[in-house]
């Protein structure tokens, strides 16, 4: 029991440094205020928005003005509203697909290499079928089979994206098999379960998170694809590659930059920062890498 509870306190002091460690990444730091204020901007776009992105005006492919300040699109909404409201779709794509694929890959990693034999076996050829897939074409046909919606993108995302997740935590978990507090936990009589989730997922949890951090902007950069060719949000609900659609034909993109401007330089943002974040949280969990 000492020994787990000498792991516990290291646990601590380790995490201080981790913090320490990622102060000192000033893109890091920066790319994670900015995602901080794409969470309250997705959460108070209600109040923000100074108009209703749904509503149609009279004004169309108005020019940026005093009223509005990006313009309209072709059908006469405000750009600047339907931007603020594209930021929920992102950030509900990104963060929720990854916390689904994360949990269930970290999940079957764990079981597999703990219980090892012919479970490990068994998991291991189902991830390499899982990832022999060439992704984006296999989602875009089950999104065209399942329909085009925000719940399909998600499920989707997550559904091809959980084996890389399971292999990284697997090879995680074989190397802290061997450690004295699992000995010392198997020897203490604990459950299977208790000694995975309590005293070898703690200490895993590093290349997890930094996975996971890439994850949410490969799914961002994901969601916006897919709305762009017309299998993801579909219109009147404002997403930034549903917005970037507007863009496909030369007099949009020479005469209305307004129309696509906006919506890139947000999906190109939001993916830098994002990726900021996963370098600096790389750097600070294993500074040796």
Known sequence: MGSIEVNEEFSESNFKQIVRRFKKHKLAV???????????????????APHDPY????????????????????????????LIYGTQI????????????????TLIGLASA?????????VMRVTDMFMAFPFM???????????PSLAT????????SWPAIARLV??????????????????????????????????ALGPIIVNATFGVAAAIMAESGLSFLGMGVQSPKSSWGNMLTDAQSLSVLTDQPWLWLPPGIMILLTVLAINFVGDGLRDAIDPKE
């Open 153 to 160: 993108i998600i499920l989707v995302l997550a559904m091809f």
């Open 137 to 147: 074409m296999v989602i875009l046909v089950v999104v065209s089979v399942l329909g």
């Open 170 to 203: 697997r090879g995680s978990v074989l190397s802290l098999k061997g450690m004295d507090y699992v000995k010392a936990g198997t020897a203490l009589g604990l459950s299977a379960s208790r000694i995975m989730l309590k005293h070898i997922l703690p200490n």
């Open 114 to 122: 703990y219980f090892g034999g012919w479970l490990d076996m068994l």
């Open 30 to 48: 920066a790319g994670l205020i900015f995602t901080l204020l794409l969470f309250a901007v997705a959460l108070f776009a209600p109040w923000i």
């Open 90 to 105: 992102s950030i509900l794509v990104g963060f929720v697909s990854v916390a689904v694929y994360v949990t269930v890959g």
């Open 55 to 82: 509503l149609v005006t009279g004004e169309f492919s108005a020019a940026p003005s005093a009223e509005y300040l990006l313009g309209t699109d072709q059908v006469g909404r405000d750009v600047l509203s339907r």
